[in-house]
């Protein structure tokens, strides 16, 4: 009797000191696993999203601004992505300011355009936002940037060592949503949805804007149809408005050199 | 050996295709962004004070306007780089790129001797740095609001593809006093709320005023001598007349064609409600529908063929489109619920009705032929919709019921067919009925030259 006694006081004793003596520990110890995961995880993510991630490039926008945030799971970003390799020196030369004074031909810094919305529809109608307030786009090049990572490392694996390869499409993406962020598309406009625009794109090896045009078939209709003139002319100010295509590979200039761009807001109408 | 030739085969049709493709690349953009544009609007430059005063006015009325379309975002004149009074000939683009404006706006401004503003503007596109609209407009100095909207109707009109509205005038019915003894009256604003006047005392009461599409005329419903009859009413003049003769004891629901050579409405006789037509000029009447049921509220299409009109033929009240002559009637509207007051779009692509489901109302468009049904608005009572002479934005009333036995308030409302930029009009009392002036013409602006 005593014995067992003895016996269960000398395990709750044992007990008590290991909580006593572990638990810290084990509270210590978590926080720093977390840390751990999150510095790895990030820097793939970066690499990853950089070119066709929409999200990721407003994200960060706020940042510089505010003071370095606190222990969130942001870690710092990594000082130039990894995409842009060997890029060539500088280059920054200012886009179409020919015809002005000498004076603003300081390299300006681009104004960043407030975080939008993510866009789903030109056209909204309340009954269709009561039962489901936000339909899941069908289509979506946000999520697909996040998703099939090993999609993306074959699409990067042969970058560097194939100079011939076509454009990858996470470059192809990279282009269209630089572009598409810029894009003001004129809804409401009769007959929105039918109005297809073509433009020839011509770029310089930095990413800059040489040359850009409508294509000669497209401005025909433009002289006859205000409507498609307005839509025509939100396309080219689109690329304008983007004046530097970024994370190109500049040993691929020769293909991204010329781009035909086609704006088909079809989509936006469904 | 035919192994190698298939591989051989193979190997000149993998270059033969890739060949093509390293050439150019082509990019689908199939989405963007729906924001308003940045627009910088500067006051017109003039040489006084009084002028630059003038010039400022203006640009405030320009920017108002724009704004309220919702498809523009004029910019803060303070962070404005290069001040009216330094851009020359040509702006200086950067500057205008820098505080990220799409559009810039500049002008001149003199007032001459004779009471006259000699105004000039013009529209430039910052991007492609190019001039892309303007004109010289020569009007009395008390019409500068106009001059303001004619601005405003051409830089709209130019960046958007569509016509303006600005120059437009507003008729509705001012409500005022308890619901039991209450009081309307005929007030007419311009289309920001400026220029507000009464048209009648009130003291007969007054519904569902229509304007002339190619006159300043309106027509409109009244008691005047104890029955509900339509009148047809010149603005400025101020006279009114009886339309039609019609054996019916009741007309309601006026509209006029788009030529405004005619007027389609509803006559009730021995209880029946059936839709007439009423030729101005010659006063030949035709009736349109034969049917026990309630057939009301017509509407004509934008070419004059058609008309569109709610009837309760089905058991309930729906919208119907039938040939301007009363064949080929056809059911369009198939949703849950009531639909009514059917107006079809001056730009011929959408009609607008007013749909019940519940006890909740909504504003909505269709296409004429009853497809793409999509509601803008909603309330506890929304009614009487009205197109901009454009048919891009709506506008109707609101009916918010008071708590406790107070009076509800009633406003009127706007808002775009994409379903944005609801907002609501400021009127001086509450107000229903609203209908939409078309375009006024220019040369109403007063003498002078009118240099486009």
Redesign the interface.
């Given at each position: 009797m005593q014995r067992a006694m003895v016996i269960s006081v000398l395990l709750h004793l044992a007990v008590i000191t290991l909580v006593y003596v572990g638990a810290p520990h084990l509270f210590e110890n978590s926080p720093l696993q977390e840390a751990v995961t999150t510095a790895t995880f990030v820097p793939i993510a970066e690499a990853r999203n950089l070119p066709n991630a929409l999200p990721v490039a407003e994200a960060r926008e706020p940042e510089p601004s505010e003071a370095p945030p606190p222990q969130v799971e942001d870690t710092p970003p990594p000082p130039p992505p990894e995409v842009a390799e060997p890029e060539p020196p500088p280059a920054p030369a200012p886009v179409?300011?020919t015809?002005?004074?000498a004076e603003?031909q300081r390299p300006?810094p681009k104004?960043m355009?407030p975080a939008?919305l993510d866009?789903e529809s030109?056209?909204?109608?309340?009954?269709?936002m009561e039962p489901a307030p936000r339909v899941p786009e069908p289509e979506t090049?946000t999520t697909s940037a996040a998703a099939d990572p090993i999609d993306q490392l074959l699409a990067e694996a042969d970058t560097p060592y194939r100079l011939?390869t076509?454009?990858s499409q996470t470059e192809?993406d990279a282009?269209?949503s630089q572009?598409?962020?810029?894009?003001?598309?004129?809804?409401?406009?009769?007959?929105a949805h039918e109005m297809r625009v073509t433009l020839r794109l011509r770029l310089r090896r930095d990413g800059t804007i040489e040359h850009v045009e409508v294509d000669e078939r497209d401005r025909v209709r433009m002289q006859s149809?205000?409507?498609?003139?307005?839509?025509a002319?939100?396309?080219?100010?689109?690329v304008?408005?983007t004046e530097q295509i970024q994370y190109l590979s500049p040993e691929k200039y020769?293909?991204?050199r010329?781009?035909?761009?086609?704006?088909?807001?079809?989509?936006?109408y469904g | 050996m035919t192994g190698r030739v298939i591989g051989l085969v193979f190997g000149l049709f993998a270059v033969a295709t890739t060949a093509p493709a390293v050439a150019q690349i082509e990019i689908d953009i199939t989405r963007g962004q729906v924001e308003p544009v940045p627009i910088a609007v500067t006051g017109l430059v003039g040489g006084t004070g009084p002028e630059r005063q003038l010039g400022a006015d203006i640009a405030a009325v320009v920017s108002g306007d724009l704004d309220s379309s919702g498809l523009f975002r004029p910019l803060d004149p303070r962070s404005f780089l290069q001040k009216p009074n330094q851009i020359g000939v040509v702006p200086r683009f950067g500057d205008w790129r820098q505080i990220n404006a799409q559009a810039l706006v500049t002008g001149k401004l003199s007032v001459g001797g004779d009471g006259f503003v000699d105004a000039e503007f013009r529209l430039w596109d910052v991007f492609s740095e190019q001039y892309l609209i303007g004109f010289r407009l020569r009007a009395p100095r008390n019409k500068w609001r106009r001059v303001a909207h004619l601005i405003a109707d051409a830089a709209y009109q130019r960046i958007t593809g569509e016509e303006g509205y600005f120059d437009t005038r507003i008729v509705y019915v001012a409500e005022t006093g308890p619901t039991e003894a209450r009081i309307k009256r005929l007030a007419i604003m311009d289309q920001d709320g400026a220029n507000h006047r009464f048209l009648t005392d009130g003291r007969h009461l007054v519904l569902t005023p229509r304007f002339s599409p190619t006159l300043q005329e309106i027509t409109y419903l009244s008691y005047l001598d104890g029955h509900p009859r339509v009148y047809i009413r010149n603005i400025d003049t101020g006279q009114q007349e009886i339309l039609g003769k019609f054996r019916g004891n009741m007309t309601i629901a006026p509209r006029f064609s788009p030529g405004g050579n005619k007027v389609v409405m509803s006559v009730t006789l021995d209880g029946n409600t059936e839709i007439h037509e009423l030729d101005l000029r010659t006063g030949v009447q035709l009736q349109l529908t034969r049917h026990p049921a309630i057939d009301t509220a017509p509407s004509y299409s934008a070419d004059g063929k058609r008309v569109t009109f709610e009837s309760d033929r089905s058991g309930t009240q729906q919208v119907y489109v039938m040939n301007a002559d009363g064949s080929g009637v056809k059911r369009i509207s198939f949703g849950k619920g009531r639909y009514a007051t059917p107006v079809w779009s001056p730009r011929g692509d959408w009609i607008a009705f007013t749909k019940s489901r519940g006890s909740v109302f909504y504003i909505g468009v269709m296409r004429p032929d009853g497809n793409d049904e999509r509601l803008l608005s909603t309330g506890f009572l929304v009614e009487g919709p009205t197109w901009a002479p454009n048919g891009r934005v709506l506008m109707f009333f609101r009916d918010q019921p008071g708590g406790g036995g107070r009076n509800g308030r009633v406003r009127l409302v706007s808002v775009d067919i994409t379903g944005r930029n609801e907002r609501e009009i400021v009127t001086p009392t509450d107000a229903s009925d609203p209908a939409w002036s078309p375009l006024i013409p220019r040369k109403a602006l007063g003498s002078g030259p009118d240099v486009r």
């Open positions: 179409e300011v015809a002005l004074p603003i300006r104004p355009p939008r866009f030109a056209l909204q109608s309340l009954e269709k090049e011939d076509p454009l192809v282009i269209r572009i598409q962020r810029n894009w003001n598309v004129p809804a409401g406009a009769r007959d149809d205000p409507f498609y003139r307005t839509m002319e939100s396309a080219e100010r689109a304008r408005k020769e293909q991204w010329d781009i035909k761009l086609t704006f088909d807001p079809r989509e936006m | -």
